[in-house]
């Protein structure tokens, strides 16, 4: 199974281009991500104390930490998205291994921002990227 990571532009005046990023999902990733990722922020419901999360944190090869969803006008959503962060042998892996695509979205992000700009949403929405739940059994 594939995912894809694109960041959409938030600001016209943005520099840096936007990139769709495709990522295998294998059982070899999906381990990795979910028996050594580590929580971006101290849980008392999860660690013991903030010195083992930090630990935790300091050694693990990647974090996750659930970022609120926004609209097209970046007004919050009822739901959350999952967004991990990859250091070391991850990161190395991820960009050298899993990484399957690279696309190019900076000139579909600007278009977006400018239908949004008008007014015209519906027309935006429509060039959004299609977002799939993620179903670990399907990987």
Known sequence: MNSENTQLNRSA????????????HTGTTVTVYQAYACLSHYDPAVHADRDAWKRQLRESPARVQWDPERDLRLNPLPYRSLQLGLAG?????????WTVAIR?????????HAL?????????TA???EERPYCPAAA
Not at 104 to 112: F, G, R
Not at 116 to 124: E, Q, S, W, Y
């Open 13 to 24: 005046a943005h520099p840096e281009p936007l990139r769709r990023i495709r990522a295998a």
């Open 89 to 97: 042998e991850a990161s190395r892996r991820y960009a050298d291994e």
């Open 104 to 112: 190019d979205v900076t000139p579909l992000a600007h278009e977006i």
């Open 116 to 124: 949004v700009t008008r007014g015209d949403l519906a027309a935006a």
């Open 127 to 129: 060039l959004l990227p």
